[in-house]
């Protein structure tokens, strides 16, 4: 049995406390004992689960995991202070808001012997499963993910590119590594309105475009372009329900896999130099906005 302490009791947060008090039979969740929460707030308890300060959590015995699940800006204190207590960690996405900041982590993380396992929810959903299929074989000619939410604040969440690695993990995930030709950002502060456009190339030097645009109420949605050789898929397919349950519930099973030792060496590497790349294809748009 593993005890887990989960960080940030927000929209994430609250998630991780459903699954980990409802863990799927006879699946590797049942490994994960939730035994306390840390909030800013002072709530006492959640769901008959107790509350304990950052500190208690860092010393606790009982305790051999963190799921940190505050804002992005939080995350790298976060995840050092458990990592330097001996503690594995869960973090949502992203790890970090720089790319040396994701390296160090990953350092710190191999040199005290702990799982650092970042969530990436976006590549678990029944949607993407679909896309991934449609998308597989096909040869691309050219493409475009067009993303738009609500306002995120960027002093919480970081930098667009960052806050929007979903969208980047993506297109990485279908397309392999990318390189970054061009990206600009168009913003009005009094609106709240942010538009991100970045232009990639794949190894192959077809073209992708990214957009991420947000705007107070702005509707959650993603829509696709991607033109293949053999036809154009502009509509993302229809998404059965993933058969493995909810997204961070499989997410949650992957993490207790890496802490029973049973993912492989090398899809643990394949992991980590994905999140890497994306991480890093974020700081290159950064840099290309700010200049
Ligand atoms: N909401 C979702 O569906 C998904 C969220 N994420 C990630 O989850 C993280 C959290 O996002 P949401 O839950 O949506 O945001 P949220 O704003 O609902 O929750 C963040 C929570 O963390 C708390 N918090 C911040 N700093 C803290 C600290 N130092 N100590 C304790 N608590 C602290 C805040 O008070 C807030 O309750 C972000 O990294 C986001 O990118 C990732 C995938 C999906
Ligand atoms: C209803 C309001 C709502 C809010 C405020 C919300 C916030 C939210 N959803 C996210 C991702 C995500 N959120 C979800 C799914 C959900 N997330 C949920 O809160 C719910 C109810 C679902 C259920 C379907 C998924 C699958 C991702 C990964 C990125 C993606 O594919 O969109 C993120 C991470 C940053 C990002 O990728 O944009 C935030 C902050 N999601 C929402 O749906």
Known sequence: MFGVVVVGIGIAGSVRIRDLLSPLQSTPSES?????FVSRRDLGQYNGVKQISLEEALKSNEIDAAFICTENQNHEPSIRRFLEAGKHVLVEYPVALSAQTAHELWQLAEQKGKVLHVEHIELLTGEFNQ????????????GVLHFTGGAL???RFGFQSFSGIARI???????GNLTVTSA???????????????HFTTADNRPL???????????????????????VLDTLPPAPRAALGPPFMQDQNLFAQKLLGQVPEEELAAEKMRILHCIELAERIKKCCQQ
């Open 32 to 36: 994960l004992k939730l035994q306390s």
């Open 131 to 142: 896309l991934k299929k449609e998308v597989d074989g096909k040869e691309l000619v050219e």
């Open 209 to 231: 475009t990214w957009i991420e645009e947000r705007a107070p109420g702005m509707k959650r949605e993603k829509k696709i372009k991607f033109t293949f050789k053999c036809g």
């Open 169 to 175: 993990t993506w297109l990485v995930d279908l397309f």
């Open 153 to 155: 604040d960027e002093q």
């Open 184 to 198: 600009s950002k168009e913003e009005n502060e009094e609106e709240k309105y942010s538009k991100l456009t970045a």
